[in-house]
């Protein structure tokens, strides 16, 4: 009987482990030579049966210990970019070579800062109607703040029936830019379920936001300072910003002329710039094309291999995405990328490498996506959805969050115009938490990376030096150093 029982409970192991739905598995994918050094799956969770209301998720098995690592939700923001912006241009397993050849596709190669390397990653594509996600009911992409997290907690807890060998594992939702509103408002709906006693019962440990949208005044005020710390404009010119308009950049007086006419200088200064990178360029019109229609397509950058240095393609574009525009998230509907810019691209940036690949047709059925009549072309960011910011203020959200237990990371890339460091700054102090480690630097491969200050009830802000708004686009060591770190519970 004992004997029994043991064959039982070992052949019960043995189908949890191997769980995963094999028909979820990509087994190669166009571009890229050799074999993945992991398992890689994607494919479609349904969140609403009766809206038919899917969610497009890919999902990189850990390089290192899967069965241990973290399981991390990315969430790019927008609202309406897809996540793959992460996973082709930021953190994901490969780095992309654009296609030497017009009809050519780009060459993968494996990436070795990916953070795949210390946690299983899934890539959700989140609301419907963005990236590979839809809906059946075309209602549905009218949505905001509060429905996007109900849908994201109902992709999680179908997600993992799916994948129940990683349930046990630590738990952690990550994302950038309007992701600042995605990963609280769901880190809150997770924990509400936890405590509701919904099944299956995530191990939920903590939530990184980097360069976050977060609170309409804080983020609003950001930008003055910032353009004025960063030298862009004159201390005279501060000075009478400062006089004229009381210090307050969100909330003038529309009847103080003065004060406008200061704001709007300021405006004229700085336009030009790479808002999401300020030591970057900012590429305009045709000349994107001139740029990526030469021999190397894409930038190459040296790294130190050993006692050797190779060029390697990378993944940094010196372009950046996100909203708001220079502009605090306001409550009510939020204008997509391509509202703003009056055009279908998003401004000073280019995702030919991005939209080349994914819309191939080879690519797309690799990668498990719906036919073209249900999602006909992928773009970086959509203007199909009707997106409203309904949840208000995230400080409210992230102090029930951390008294609650939860880590938590604030990380910002320190020259990006578009959610300024000083913004994220100035809200994490306003905590009123005691700061438990003071004002320091980090240190990455030897070298200072940025500076830090720990807060209690675990929460932690941090800069990453040189920076600009898509950290891991811009600083792909120092960011799996700090992402690595903060997984483990280690000091940064």
């Not at 690592?69 to 241009?89: A, M, R, T």
């Not at 990236?131 to 949505?143: E, P």
């Not at 704001?263 to 336009?271: A, E, F, N, P």
């Not at 320091?440 to 932690?460: C, E, I, K, M």
Request: with cysteine; aromatic share 14%.
């Amino acid at each position: 009987m004992v004997f029994y029982i043991v064959l039982l409970h070992f052949f019960l192991s043995f189908v949890i482990i191997q769980s995963a739905p094999e028909s979820a598995l990509i087994t190669q994918i166009p571009g890229f030579d050799g074999s993945f050094p992991s398992k890689h799956y994607a494919g479609y969770v349904t969140v609403d049966e009766s809206h038919g209301r899917n969610l497009y998720y890919y999902f990189v098995v850990s390089e290192s210990k899967p069965s241990q690592d973290p399981v991390v939700l990315w969430l790019n923001g927008g609202p309406g970019c897809s996540s793959f912006d992460g996973f082709i241009y930021e953190h994901g397993p490969f780095n992309f070579e654009a296609a030497k050849t017009k009809n050519g596709l780009p060459k993968l190669h494996l990436n070795p800062y990916s953070w795949s390397k210390v946690s299983n990653i899934i890539y959700l594509d989140s609301p419907a109607g963005v990236g590979f996600s839809y809906s059946q009911n075309k209602s549905d992409y009218i949505t905001g703040d509060l429905k996007t997290a109900a849908d994201t907690h109902a992709f999680l807890l179908k997600w993992f029936q799916l994948y129940p060998e990683f349930l046990a594992n630590p738990f952690f939702i990550v994302g950038e830019s309007y992701a600042g509103v995605y990963v609280p408002t769901l880190a809150f709906e997770v924990m509400k379920g936890i405590d509701s006693g919904a099944t299956p019962r995530l191990n939920l440990k903590g939530y990184l936001v980097g360069n976050g949208v977060t609170d309409d005044k804080y983020d609003g005020n950001a930008f003055v300072p910032f353009v004025h710390g960063m030298g862009l404009i004159s201390d005279d010119l501060y000075e009478e910003f400062v006089k004229e308009c009381n210090g307050n950049y969100y909330e003038t007086d529309p009847s103080n002329d003065i004060c406008r006419e200061k704001l709007s200088k300021i405006d004229q200064v700085v336009d030009g710039l790479n808002i999401y990178n300020i030591l970057e360029p900012c590429y305009h019109g045709t000349a994107t094309e001139e740029i990526t229609t030469s021999n190397n397509r894409l930038p190459v950058s040296f790294r130190m291999l050993g006692e050797t240095e190779r060029p390697l393609p990378v993944r940094k574009r010196m372009f950046g995405r996100a909203w708001p525009l220079r502009a605090p998230v306001r409550d009510g509907r939020v204008p997509t990328w391509p509202e703003l810019s009056n055009s279908g691209n998003v401004p000073c940036m280019n995702d030919e490498v991005a939209s080349t690949w994914l819309n191939n047709a080879e690519v797309r059925k690799a990668i498990h996506t719906v036919e073209g009549n249900l999602v006909e072309n992928w773009v970086l960011c959509t203007d199909n959805i009707e997106f409203y910011h309904d949840a208000g203020s995230m400080i409210k959200y992230h102090r029930n969050l951390t008294s609650n237990g939860y880590r938590a990371l604030i990380y910002s890339g320190d020259h990006d115009m578009c959610v300024p460091f000083t913004g994220s700054e100035a809200w994490t102090r306003s905590m009123g938490y005691k700061i438990v480690d003071e004002w320091r630097p980090w240190f990455s491969n030897g070298q200072v990376a940025g500076y830090t200050q720990g807060y209690d009830n675990n929460l932690r802000f941090l800069t990453i030096k040189g920076s600009g708004h898509t950290v891991p686009e811009y600083k792909p060591q120092e960011a799996l150093d700090f992402f690595k770190r903060f997984l483990a519970g280690a000091s940064i």
